[in-house]
Nanobody, 130 residues
Framework: QVQLVESGGGLVQPGGSLRLSCAASGIITSINVMAWYRQAPGNQRELVASITSDGSASYADSVKGRFTISRDNAKKTTYLQMNSLKPEDTAVYYC????????????????????????WGQGTQVTVSS
């Protein structure tokens, strides 16, 4: 099995910074696009940033120039560096992968290659408040 685990959320004052991490676990052979979404109370989940396997990044207009997405393919991890945080950035932040190739271990047999689409992490709370 595979899963995504986020970390790094917390409470920060306006103008402050936080760095979120999302690590994929399992016998993983490749990860396609990795992305960060967020959902504030009463709002729909929105795409914040995404990054392809070769490092091409894109951002929502609301975070351009303040947030930076990156990934370490060897560590199967994506990061979201958030600077100049505003109260309106307060939300639960979710990591997501559109496609992940992995191997499902079978006792006493060769692991079975599988794919998982639209994998999500459990979310991490980011609160920007004075």
């Amino acid at each position: 099995q595979v899963q995504l685990v986020e970390s790094g959320g917390g409470l920060v004052q306006p103008g402050g910074s936080l760095r979120l991490s999302c690590a994929a676990s399992g016998i993983i052979t490749s990860i396609n696009v990795m992305a960060w979404y967020r959902q504030a109370p009463g709002n729909q989940r929105e795409l914040v940033a995404s990054i392809t396997s070769d490092g091409s990044a894109s951002y929502a207009d609301s975070v351009k120039g303040r947030f930076t997405i990156s990934r370490d393919n060897a560590k199967k991890t994506t990061y979201l560096q958030m600077n100049s945080l505003k109260p309106e950035d307060t939300a639960v932040y979710y990591c997501s992968v559109d496609r992940i190739d992995y191997k499902d271990p079978i006792p006493n047999k060769d692991p079975i290659p599988k794919m998982w689409f639209n994998l999500w992490g459990q979310g991490t709370q980011v609160t920007v408040s004075s």
